[in-house]
């Protein structure tokens, strides 16, 4: 995956961590982030953060505005040549998204539950910063509908929806509350043991 990442960023005539610095500011909004919290996503300390946003900003890619919450803060947003290298990214092909489409609808679903378990682990550890996971969302009901091809309710959308479709960044994600979030993990957790995931 580090070496797919490395070849659709060159071609893209970006580095891995500018590339992953774009596609993470491309998908918080119009708002823009701050470079803390730029730094503090990417695991990165905040100079490094700040080399690869002043190389993107100077590709015409980001742009530094005025954080709209606070006048004296700088937010960086994505420019509309930005957008357009970030859908590119996200049109490539890697050697990875081939080889996980030699496996079975059920095994990508198993695969991602097993993906989600790891990131919840690694965020509980303070491995990693926390991530906009369908199943720590104040939207997410998990196993709520007897249908096991689509198990779980999106409150936001008022719509089910089945386990490959759980999302690992979803751009409408609100965090749960603690005690809402633990309650939601012990069924979902319960139920990826005792349920199949969508086939």
Request: hydrophobic share 40%; charged share 25%; glycine share 8%.
């Amino acid at each position: 995956m580090r070496a797919d990442q490395w070849g659709v960023a060159e071609e893209s005539g970006l580095n891995p961590t500018q590339a992953h610095v774009l596609t993470f500011v491309a998908g918080r909004g119009a708002t823009g982030m701050r470079v803390r919290s730029i730094a503090d996503h990417l695991g990165v300390a905040q100079p490094t953060a700040t080399d690869s946003i002043g190389a993107l900003v100077r590709k015409g890619l980001l742009t530094k505005v005025a954080d709209p919450e606070d006048a004296r803060a700088v937010a960086i947003r994505v420019t509309p040549a930005g957008h357009d290298v970030v859908r590119g990214l996200g049109l490539a092909i890697t050697s990875a998204e081939r080889a996980l489409e030699t496996l079975s609808m059920k095994e990508q679903s198993t695969l991602l539950g097993l993906v989600i378990k790891t990131i919840r682990a690694l965020q509980q550890a303070g491995a990693i910063p926390p991530q906009r996971l369908c199943v720590s969302c104040r939207y997410f009901r998990a196993y709520v509908h007897d249908d096991e091809d689509i198990p779980h309710h999106c409150a936001l959308v008022d719509a089910p929806f089945g386990g490959r479709h759980l999302r690992l960044d979803c751009p409408e994600h609100e965090q749960a509350e603690p005690e809402a979030l633990d309650a939601a993990w012990k069924v979902f957790d319960r139920g990826a043991d005792d349920l199949p995931m969508s086939t």
